[in-house]
């Protein structure tokens, strides 16, 4: 019911819910993930990376959990932690184009931009309409000098922002 409740906008019922169901089952991995992401995106990073962790503990083949926790990490700016919880993510769930892109993002952080490139790749080959993935992908292939390539990748973010009706015409 958390994750209803969340989704329809209704946080403190959320809340409530998940603080149920931990009480009632402290080891359930899944609701100490999702309590952890709600708690994140009201704000409460350190809380949820503390349930992230706990999910992790309690089933370490949840790759949602590796991959908010490798989001909270990167977002308090502990790219170099981030890291890992995001490629075990990837490992974990090689079909999540997220992972892969939120993986890209942290290497570009760090001007790790081969390693960007190779994740931003792994992205589009699993979501090649991800306009993100391509202006990212474009992004670092610039600052490593390969402009053509570049020009190709941001061309088609431009075009998909277009068609999803990003940016006007």
Known sequence: LGN???R?????TARQHFGEALRLYPNYADAHSNYGQLLAEQGDIESGIE???KAIELNPAL???HLNLGVALAKQGRLEEAIWPLQQAVRLSPDS???SYYLGSVFAAQN???EAAESF???LQIQPDSAPAHQSLAQVLALQGKK???TEHCQQALRLMKQTGNIPN
């Open 112 to 114: 790790r931009y081969s």
């Open 121 to 123: 790749k792994q992205a």
């Open 63 to 65: 790759s949602r959990a």
């Open 51 to 53: 349930h992230f962790r």
């Open 4 to 6: 209803l409740h969340a």
């Open 148 to 150: 053509e390539q570049a």
């Open 97 to 99: 184009a997220d992972a």
């Open 8 to 12: 329809q906008g209704k946080l403190e």
